[in-house]
Structures are given as structure tokens and as C-alpha cells.
């Protein structure tokens, strides 16, 4: 079956400017995670989802970094005034349940985004 | 908080040489240990875990043990290919207070690169 999808695959903005990072989880799975990894460092959590609410957004860095997911499906991560601290590459990954480690998530390719 | 810390990279070995990636960690309450590969042009991929004490995990010949008393969960390989090229990340699920949302928590990478 279709696994994570993320897009754009990249994404080059300037500083200062608005952007939004689409994430397509797998059919079904409940929770919904979004990472940031930067180069040479290993993914940071960013914030987690548990159907259509925010269960956890302790890892947003400020309150220019927003996401959603209206419908529990589909999520969008939300960058507003753009620095050049924030080029690193964002993946989502789903988990058919969040609660308890057992559960698998499964990762997107990722969103590279450049801030020029 | 919780931490994962790898070993320095890169590692380059010779094809059928072992392979030892060591990984210690810091968490609070239980957490459950992961390592996540990500092949050259690919996402993220869970490679193996275990969830208690003295479980070994393994797959594609790599295996790990959840060592508590050391806070580790070194990776091994008796015999690394070239196609094992790759990033390997550890990561850990922390259980504090007896739930937890399955945010990751991940090292920072080791590279191997494995010459035929």
C-alpha cells in the first residue's frame, strides 16, 4: 500500500516569507507526528497528533511554527515569517496509534526546506 | 529530559568485516529502544527495537540488546555488505508516568560506509 507521502519533495523561500509543508499519512493510522532534522543531526520531535487534535506541540521552537489536521488525515506544518534558522528537513511519520511504543511509525521521504 | 547518544562517525569498514554502532542513552521512566535506518535517497526506516530489559532485537543480521544496567543499546553486525551503507540512527519512546505519546527521541547519526 501508498506509504507516507510529503510535498513538496523541496522547497527554496526567502527569508521573511510564508510556507506550508503538506504531509499524507497512511490510510487509517491515527497518530500523526511531524520531526524537523537539521544537517548532521538526528530528527528533533516537532509536534504529534492524535486524530485531529494537537496532543502534544512541545516541540514547536516559537509560535511561528503552526500545524493542523481539520479532518485526521492529512496534516499541514506552517512556517510563518521565515528565518534562515528554519532550512533543515521536516518528515511526518503516522503510527496506527500513538499511545504506548510499540507501534511502528512509519516515515515520509521529508519536505527540504531552504530559506534564503 | 531524555537523550540518545551515539557513537562519533563516519565508520568505514570492509565488506564481511563486524560492525559495532554504540548507543547509550538517558530517559525517564521506561522507555522502549529503536534503531532507524535511512538508506541514500530513502526515508527513515525502523531497522529493529526492544521494549524491555534483556530483549534483543535483530533483523537483516543486525541485532541489539537492551542493556539497563549500562543504559545501552549498542548495534551489531557479524558480517556488513556493501549495500549496508547507510545512516543509522538511535532512538528511544519514553514511558514516564506510564503513558506515553510514542514521540521519538533520536542520536545524532553514524554513517557507515562499507567498501566492497
Known amino acids: 500500500g501508498a506509504g507516507v507521502s510529503q510535498t513538496p519533495s523541496n522547497k527554496v523561500t526567502e527569508k521573511g516569507k510564508y510556507v506550508e509543508l503538506r504531509c499524507d499519512p497512511i490510510s487509517g493510522h491515527t497518530a500523526l507526528y511531524w520531526y524537523r532534522q537539521s544537517l548532521g543531526q538526528g530528527p528533533e520531535f516537532l509536534i504529534y497528533?492524535?486524530?485531529?487534535?494537537?496532543?502534544?506541540d512541545s516541540g514547536l521552537p516559537n509560535d511561528r511554527f503552526f500545524a493542523v489536521r481539520p479532518e485526521g488525515s492529512v496534516s499541514t506544518l506552517k512556517i510563518q515569517r521565515t528565518e534562515r534558522g528554519d532550512s533543515a528537513v521536516y518528515l511526518c511519520?503516522?503510527?496506527?496509534?500513538?499511545?504506548?511504543?510499540?507501534?511502528?511509525?512509519?516515515f515520509g521521504p521529508g519536505t527540504r526546506l531552504t530559506v534564503t | 529530559g531524555d537523550s540518545v547518544t551515539q557513537m562519533e562517525g563516519p565508520v568505514t569498514l570492509s565488506e564481511e568485516a563486524f560492525l559495532t554502532i554504540n548507543c547509550t542513552y538517558t530517559a525517564t521512566g521506561y522507555p522502549s529502544l529503536f534503531w532507524y535506518v535511512q538508506y541514500p535517497g530513502e526515508g527513515l526506516q525502523l531497522l529493529l527495537k526492544?521494549?524491555?530489559?534483556?530483549d534483543k532485537g535483530s533483523n537483516k543480521g543486525f541485532e541489539a540488546t537492551y542493556r539497563k544496567e549500562t543504559t545501552s543499546f549498542h548495534l551489531e553486525k557479524g558480517s556488513v555488505q556493501v549495500s549496508d551503507s547507510a545512516v543509522y540512527f538511535c532512538a528511544l519512546i519514553s514511558f514516564a508516568g506510564g503513558t506515553s505519546y510514542g514521540k521519538l527521541t533520536f542520536g545524532q547519526g553514524t554513517i557507515l560506509t562499507v567498501h566492497p
Open positions: 526492544a521494549t524491555k530489559a534483556d
Open positions: 511519520a503516522s503510527s496506527p496509534r500513538g499511545q504506548g511504543g510499540g507501534y511502528e511509525q512509519y
Open positions: 497528533f492524535q486524530g485531529t487534535g494537537a496532543a502534544d
